[in-house]
């Protein structure tokens, strides 16, 4: 069972440019988390985001989340061809101590060089 | 530099026979995922467990799926019989209680004709 919807399904872009994906969900969340996993591999933790926050940096990564829209977004700045991957975002339900992640469908980044 | 390790990477069966699959958690983690990764169902967990004890295993399928962890070390998932319908990606993934980062194992590439 899928708690989130990401948008766009896929993306492509050149390199250097920047790109936004976005993460609806629809329970109350303890935090929300995105994950990177390149073709035939397993899934890479990139950055976690607790409820209580709005938004968090790491490199050139950049989440951002929205609780009263159930919404996050994941914005990479500019972008190379080693980004190119599916990126997913998942969520931890209250109250956080599980650690059970529910995944979105994920969205297939494509950069060109 | 520590991995989750899972054997065998590939495995193509026939319909009806027993598959195992085995994963080796990081040392010192004390939580096991396994998920399952499909075209159809994205990301699904199909089972969690805490310090070796089977916690949810409420995304398998009762029937014919099977979850253990015999030590620390190891975490097994058995499917008996095996159908067409079970050909997927089963990944696992380790962590540490109240540590929400997960990570994953490069999971097993299971076919079943």
């Known amino acids: 069972s899928q708690q989130g919807e990401e948008d766009p399904q896929a993306l492509s872009i050149q390199e250097g440019e920047n790109a936004t994906m976005n993460c609806s969900y629809k329970?109350?969340?303890?935090?929300l988390q995105w994950y990177r996993q390149n073709s035939g591999r397993g899934l890479v933790h990139l950055i976690l985001?607790?409820?209580?926050?709005r938004e968090k940096h790491s490199g050139r990564l950049r989440v951002t989340l929205d609780t009263s829209k159930k919404s996050s977004s994941l914005l990479i700045t500019a972008s190379r061809a080693a980004d190119t991957a599916s990126y997913f975002c998942?969520?931890?339900?209250?109250?956080?101590?599980?650690?059970?992640?529910?995944f979105g469908q994920g969205t297939t980044l494509q950069v060109k060089p | 530099d520590a991995r989750v390790t899972q054997t065998p990477r590939h495995k193509v069966t026939e319909m009806g026979q027993e598959v195992t699959m085995r994963c080796q958690p990081i040392?010192?983690?004390?939580?096991v995922f396994w998920y399952r990764q499909t075209m159809m169902q994205g990301l699904e967990l199909l089972a969690y467990?805490?310090?070796?004890?089977?916690?949810?295993d409420s995304g398998m399928p009762k029937d014919r799926f099977s979850a253990e962890m015999p030590d620390a070390t190891l975490a097994t998932l058995k499917i008996q019989p095996s159908e067409p319908r079970d050909s997927a990606v089963y990944f696992c993934?380790?962590?540490?209680?109240?540590?929400?980062?997960?990570?994953f194992g490069p999971g097993t590439r299971l076919l079943v004709l």
């Open positions: 993934a380790s962590g540490l209680e109240f540590k929400e980062t997960q990570y």
């Open positions: 329970t109350s969340i303890n935090n």
């Open positions: 985001i607790r409820s209580n926050e």
């Open positions: 998942a969520t931890v339900a209250p109250p956080g101590n599980t650690g059970k992640l529910i």
């Open positions: 040392l010192g983690h004390n939580t």
């Open positions: 467990f805490r310090n070796r004890a089977p916690l949810d």
